[in-house]
């Protein structure tokens, strides 16, 4: 198991999901708790990945952007990079 401090660089992607969710559950009152009970996932896999730095699988990706109210992975990911 790698230790948080030396968890390798993720990808601009990877940040930029994150910073969208972080601003999405702050404006919303939500944590990350609230995506890993919506990813069925622990706390632990969901604060890594909520604050960018381990990457979602593209299927929880799907489940977060249908969740968030997006037609298709595409959808969100171009609103993502886009902002």
């Given at each position: 198991m790698v230790r948080y401090g030396?968890?390798?660089?993720?990808?601009?992607?990877t940040k930029d999901i994150s910073a969208y969710l972080i601003n999405y559950l702050d404006n919303?009152?939500?944590?990350?708790?609230?995506?890993a009970n919506l990813l069925d996932r622990s706390q632990s896999y969901a604060?890594?990945?909520?604050?960018g730095k381990k990457s979602f699988t593209i299927d929880?990706?799907?489940?977060?952007?249908?969740w968030?109210?997006?037609l298709s992975v595409r959808d969100f990911i171009n609103a993502v990079t886009a902002s």
């Open positions: 030396e968890l390798p660089e993720t990808t601009q992607t919303n009152r939500l944590t990350a708790q609230d995506v604060y890594l990945r909520v604050h929880d990706i799907q489940i977060i952007a249908n968030l109210g997006f």
